[in-house]
């Protein structure tokens, strides 16, 4: 693949990050949904194989999430996935949903986004889907395990809360959110981030996002926004 100028987001420069990844993220859920599912219908055709624009509706990502949670280990999150799926709100507008927004995964030159990496989380959902996708990350996720010098983690910890308002109220500038949708695709992706946690426990994997406070506090907030209790198993070594 060719090669897109720039640097990530947070190497480029550190002021107005909040702007320039809410702007962005407001393009991308501009842009028309539908090219891309009808590609998605070609190529399965083309390959004769059943991959079509159901592989990233976000019924089949709650599905899979429901199939994963049912294995041997996972128990602890089945009531919280029963949640998502008995309470998804009213469908909505659909948008193309990164699934993974946040500022390491622009690339900025001169701090103009020049491109956007990583995108095996992509769905096609309502815009809150990917906000709260990228509230989560930027909310929960421990400053250990952030790309960012040691010597700077306080600071970047003091500062996230204010980064995560601005970034949402810049986005809300450009789009209208709705708050009870929002909440619900919060706790759906704090649900993503456990069923893949309790898997790489249960497989006895380790990374620095499994051995750190994540995964805890990925409970808590899923429980917060949901009033369901959910338990992953328990780490090893």
Do not use: K
């Amino acid at each position: 693949m060719e090669r897109a100028a720039g640097r990530p987001l947070l190497d480029d420069r550190v002021l107005g990050v909040s702007a320039r990844l809410a702007d962005a993220q407001a393009r991308l859920h501009a842009l028309d949904a539908e090219p891309l599912r009808r590609a998605l219908d070609d190529e399965g055709r083309a390959a004769n194989h059943a991959f079509d624009r159901r592989a990233i509706d976000y019924e089949s990502h709650l599905a899979a999430l429901d199939r994963r949670a049912g294995q041997t280990g996972l128990g602890g999150l089945a009531a919280g996935v029963r949640w998502l799926r008995e309470r998804r709100p009213a469908a909505g507008p659909l948008v193309i949903c990164h699934g993974d927004f946040h500022p390491q995964n622009l690339l900025a030159q001169d701090g103009r986004v020049t491109a956007v990496l990583d995108w095996p989380n992509a769905l096609v959902a309502e815009a809150e889907c990917d906000v709260a996708a990228t509230l989560v990350i930027l909310q929960i996720t421990p400053v250990e395990v952030l790309p960012v010098p040691a010597a700077l983690r306080l600071l970047v910890a003091a500062l996230r809360p204010l980064m995560a308002g601005r970034y949402l109220a810049r986005y809300r500038r450009a789009r209208a959110l709705d708050r009870a949708r929002l909440a619900y695709y919060e706790a759906a992706a704090c649900m993503r981030g456990l069923v893949r946690a309790a898997e790489a426990r249960v497989a006895g994997a380790t990374n620095p996002l499994d051995t750190s406070s994540f995964g805890a506090r990925l409970a808590a907030r899923f429980a917060q926004v949901s009033g369901v209790p959910v338990a992953l198993p328990p780490a090893r070594g």
